[in-house]
C-alpha cells in the first residue's frame, strides 16, 4: 500500500490521481490533500478518501468547508504553510504536486527536504527554480518523477538507456487550437476559442499556455533540469493528433518514441505504480489504423513568439526563466478575465524580460523575490500599458 498526498486534489491533475486511486484501493491510500477554493468538491473527496489532513487556500475556505465536513475528525489548514503541512506529512510516501503555477515551488521544496519522492505534474516549480529543486532532490536522495505527459514519455523512453547516448529529446506538441490561424487574425482570439483544446482536456491556465505555445516553453526549460540536457539538446515538433507524446534521439541515430491516445490516465497511473505497470481497463487501446496520419511540422515562432521567449529564459539562466513565469502567470490570468487580448501575452512577456537584469546564480530568497517583481511589472504595464523600466534584484531580494 502507498500512502499519497496530493497538492491540487480539486483540479484536473488531483481528480484524474484520485480517480486510479479509487480503481486501486488496495495500492494506494490517501493521508492528505491540498485545494484551493473549491470546497464542495474537496469536502467530497473528504468523504470518498479519508485523509487525516486537508488544507484550503484561505481561511474563508476553511470556513466553508468546515461547515460541509462536521464531523471531520482530522486537522483543516489553509495558505501556504497549510500546503506545506501536506506536503511533508509523515505517512506519505509519495507527494502528487499539482498545484498549478509558481504556489506550488515552496510545498514541492518542502516535500523534497522531507525525503518524499515527488509526482511532479507542476511544471512551473521547476522553470522559477529548477536547479535549486533538482539540486535538493540530489542532496535528499529523492526522485522527481515527471507527471506532464511529454517528460513522463521521455522518461519511459529513457528506461533501461544512458544519458550520456541520448543526441537529443523531441518534445511534441499538438499545436492547440489555432496551429492553423493566420498571425493576423491572432489579436482576436477570445477567451472561449482559446480555453478549447482540441486533444487534452486541462485546466485553464495550462490550456491558454497551450494556445500561446507557452507550454511546451515551459516544458522545454522543466526538460533540461528533469533531464539534465542543455537547451541545444531539447527540440520541439507540432504533432497535432497527440499520439506520440514525445522522443529520445540516440547517438546511433535511433529514435524511441512513447505513445498511447491522450488522456493523464495513463502517465500519471505509470508514476504511481513505478517501476511497475498498472492494467488500465477502462480507457481504450490506441487505434493506430483509426487514428490515421500521425503529422509533424516545425513550430512556427512568427506566429507563437512564446517558445523563443521561452528559449531566450532558459539559455541566459539566473532569474530569467522565474521572470518569464511570473509574466506568464499574470497575463494569462488578465486574458482570462478578459482584460488584454491573446496577443498582448507575449508582447508583455517579451516587455518584462527586455526590463529585467539578470541575477546568475540565485538563491531562493532571489527567485522568490524576481517573481514578485516580475508579477507587479506585469501588472503596471497591463494596467497602465507602460514598458517595464529596468529593475535589477538584488542577492538580498531588494529591488533596486
Ligand atoms: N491538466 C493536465 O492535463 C496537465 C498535464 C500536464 C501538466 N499539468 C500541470 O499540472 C499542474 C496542474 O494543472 P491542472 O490542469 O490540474 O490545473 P487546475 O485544474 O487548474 O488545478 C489546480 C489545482 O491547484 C489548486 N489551487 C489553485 N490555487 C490554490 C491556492 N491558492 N491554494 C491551494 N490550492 C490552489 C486548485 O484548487 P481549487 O480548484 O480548489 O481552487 C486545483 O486543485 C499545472 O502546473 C499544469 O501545467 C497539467
Known sequence: MKPLAILGSTGSIGVTTLDLVARFPERFSIVALAAGKRVERLAEQMERFRPRLVAVADEDARSQLIRLVPHFKGEILWGESGLCCVATVSEAKLVVSALVGALGLLPTLRAIESGKDVALANKEVLVVAGELVTRAARRAGVNLFPVDSEHNAIFQAL????????????????????????RSEMAQVTRDDALRHPTWKMGDKITIDS????????????????????????????????IVHSMVEYVDGSVIAQMGIPDMTIPISYILAYPERLPISHLPSLDLPR???????????????????????????????????GA???LVAAFLRGQI??????????????????????????????????????????EEGERPRRLVVSSKGETC
Open 159 to 182: 528506461r533501461g538507456h544512458r544519458l550520456d547516448e541520448v543526441r537529443r529529446l523531441i518534445l511534441t506538441a499538438s499545436g492547440g487550437p489555432f496551429l492553423r490561424r493566420p
Open 341 to 382: 487580448h491573446f496577443t498582448d501575452i507575449p508582447a508583455g512577456i517579451g516587455a518584462v524580460l527586455d526590463a529585467h537584469q539578470i541575477q546568475g546564480s540565485a538563491d531562493l530568497d532571489t527567485l522568490i523575490e524576481a517573481d514578485r517583481w516580475a508579477r507587479t511589472v506585469t501588472e503596471q504595464y497591463i
Open 211 to 242: 494556445a500561446t505555445l507557452m507550454n511546451k516553453g515551459l516544458e522545454v526549460i522543466e526538460a533540461r533540469w528533469l533531464f539534465d540536457l542543455p537547451a541545444d539538446q531539447i527540440d520541439v515538433v507540432i504533432h497535432p493528433q497527440s
Open 328 to 330: 506568464n502567470e499574470v
Open 291 to 325: 487514428a490515421a496520419n500521425l503529422e509533424f511540422y516545425e513550430p512556427d515562432e512568427e506566429r507563437f513568439p512564446c517558445l523563443r521567449l521561452a528559449y531566450r529564459a532558459l539559455r541566459a539562466g539566473g532569474t530569467a526563466t522565474a521572470v518569464l513565469n
